[in-house]
């Protein structure tokens, strides 16, 4: 967890960056300071930074929330590949991980002009990450089709005998097939063996005496044969069924088989490579949603910034990282320090901060969360 603050200036930039540091570090211990430098944006008119204010709020919510979920979409496909012994893909920003990204923020000059009207800034911003969250819904939609179908595959392979493919389970030396003799393949739950056993040979006329056994068992089903005059095969059925007994419509085909295997082993493979590449792409698109938020986080704090001090600009921003067992104390040595210039007032919401007039905290400072752990 991170503050993003702006501290009204104490004379200069350098001395209020030196106090802040004696008060809430070298003396204390309760936070890690970073400087968080913004370049010379395009301050626009009062009402035009009012509004943006406004809509920084929303903006920032729905960037922080595309963000994690690219993030935890990542962080899943890693624990694939993880299982699986493999490297997961690397979660960098611009090169280094999120946190140094943040610690060592730079302003982004070439993608985002400071002289561009804010507005059009937060929209360029709003555009890619809505781009990157669209993406993301195709391509985990595609994973999760591919996924679907694997998983569909594997039940018909290692499934319950009432719906496996028995291509994999029955073998030639398994059946008879003449102009007059048949074999069929019937599930019958293991509770109902004896009964099987005792009774198929009375389902019909021109069933074959003993020729029912075993091929196959699951946990709860055993899957047997049965050998019989073709011309009496329906009759059998319909007597088989009626006593509860699932006949498996299956005729032996080598070549099926072999047709089988190869689509089983295409289809893992089609839902590998996707799974890397929605891997990769996640990694990438993390790093680009995640610069972004960044981005309207700056822009937001420079905003809230001259709403509170007016101009010319005359603040600091700071990225703290405050010790969790001293968050109160902080708080209160801040508002010491730095609650006798600019308004008196700021409130801080739980999701990341707000204007005036928002639900939550109140300091006397510019500040408001940034989680890159959700």
Same mark, same amino acid.
């Given at each position: 967890?991170?503050?993003?603050?702006?501290?009204?200036?104490?004379?200069?930039?350098?001395?209020?960056?030196?106090?802040?540091?004696?008060?809430?570090?070298?003396?204390?211990?309760?936070?890690?300071?970073?400087?968080?430098?913004?370049?010379?944006?395009?301050?626009?008119?009062?009402?035009?930074?009012?509004?943006?204010?406004?809509?920084?709020?929303?903006?920032?919510?729905?960037?922080?929330?595309?963000?994690?979920?690219?993030?935890?979409?990542?962080?899943?496909?890693?624990?694939?590949?993880?299982?699986?012994?493999?490297?997961?893909?690397?979660?960098?920003?611009?090169?280094?991980?999120?946190?140094?990204?943040?610690?060592?923020?730079?302003?982004?000059?070439?993608?985002?002009?400071?002289?561009?009207?804010?507005?059009?800034?937060?929209?360029?911003?709003?555009?890619?990450?809505?781009?990157?969250?669209?993406?993301?819904? $195709? =391509?985990?939609? %595609? @994973?999760?089709?591919?996924?679907? !179908?694997?998983? +569909?595959?594997?039940?018909?392979?290692?499934? *319950?005998?009432?719906?496996?493919?028995?291509?994999?389970?029955?073998?030639?030396?398994?059946?008879?097939?003449?102009?007059?003799?048949?074999?069929?393949?019937?599930?019958?739950?293991?509770?109902?063996?004896?009964?099987?056993?005792?009774?198929?040979?009375?389902?019909?006329?021109?069933?074959?005496?003993?020729?029912?056994?075993?091929?196959?068992?699951?946990?709860?089903?055993?899957?047997?044969?049965?050998?019989?005059?073709?011309?009496?095969?329906?009759?059998?059925?319909?007597?088989?069924?009626?006593?509860?007994?699932? $006949? =498996?419509?299956? %005729? @032996?085909?080598?070549?099926?088989? !072999?047709?089988? +295997?190869?689509?089983?082993?295409?289809?893992? *493979?089609?839902?590998?490579?996707?799974?890397?590449?929605?891997?990769?792409?996640?990694?990438?698109?993390?790093?680009?949603?995640?610069?972004?938020?960044?981005?309207?986080?700056?822009?937001?704090?420079?905003?809230?910034?001259?709403?509170?001090?007016?101009?010319?600009?005359?603040?600091?921003?700071?990225?703290?990282?405050?010790?969790?067992?001293?968050?109160?104390?902080?708080?209160?040595?801040?508002?010491?320090?730095?609650?006798?210039?600019?308004?008196?007032?700021?409130?801080?919401?739980?999701?990341?901060?707000?204007?005036?007039?928002?639900?939550?905290?109140?300091?006397?400072?510019?500040?408001?969360?940034?989680?890159?752990?959700?």
């Amino acid at each position: 967890m991170y503050w993003l603050c702006a501290l009204p200036l104490l004379d200069s930039k350098d001395r209020t960056w030196n106090l802040l540091q004696q008060k809430t570090t070298y003396d204390t211990d309760m936070s890690i300071n970073y400087r968080f430098e913004l370049p010379e944006l395009r301050i626009g008119t009062l009402d035009s930074l009012m509004v943006l204010s406004d809509d920084l709020v929303k903006v920032n919510g729905l960037m922080e929330a595309v963000v994690n979920k690219i993030r935890r979409q990542l962080f899943e496909m890693q624990t694939l590949t993880a299982n699986e012994d493999k490297d997961p893909q690397e979660v960098l920003v611009e090169g280094m991980p999120p946190d140094n990204y943040l610690e060592r923020f730079s302003w982004d000059e070439a993608k985002y002009p400071p002289r561009r009207p804010l507005q059009e800034t937060i929209s360029t911003l709003t555009e890619t990450v809505q781009r990157l969250e669209d993406d993301l819904k $195709v =391509r985990v939609s %595609e @994973y999760n089709q591919v996924k679907g !179908q694997v998983n +569909q595959q594997s039940r018909k392979q290692t499934g *319950s005998l009432a719906v496996r493919d028995l291509a994999g389970v029955v073998s030639s030396k398994d059946i008879i097939s003449t102009e007059n003799l048949v074999t069929l393949f019937v599930v019958v739950s293991k509770h109902t063996k004896l009964e099987w056993q005792s009774s198929y040979e009375k389902f019909c006329e021109f069933v074959v005496p003993r020729s029912s056994k075993v091929v196959a068992e699951d946990t709860d089903n055993a899957l047997f044969t049965v050998t019989l005059f073709r011309r009496v095969a329906d009759t059998f059925k319909t007597a088989a069924r009626t006593r509860g007994f699932q $006949v =498996r419509e299956y %005729e @032996y085909d080598p070549d099926h088989q !072999q047709e089988s +295997q190869a689509a089983s082993q295409s289809l893992q *493979s089609d839902a590998q490579a996707k799974r890397s590449q929605l891997e990769e792409w996640s990694a990438t698109a993390y790093g680009e949603a995640f610069s972004a938020w960044i981005h309207t986080c700056a822009v937001r704090l420079f905003t809230e910034s001259i709403l509170r001090y007016g101009l010319p600009p005359q603040f600091l921003g700071v990225l703290m990282k405050p010790n969790p067992k001293a968050q109160a104390k902080l708080r209160k040595s801040l508002a010491s320090v730095f609650g006798s210039t600019g308004s008196d007032k700021y409130f801080d919401d739980k999701e990341g901060g707000g204007p005036p007039g928002a639900e939550g905290e109140m300091y006397p400072y510019v500040s408001f969360s940034i989680s890159i752990d959700s």
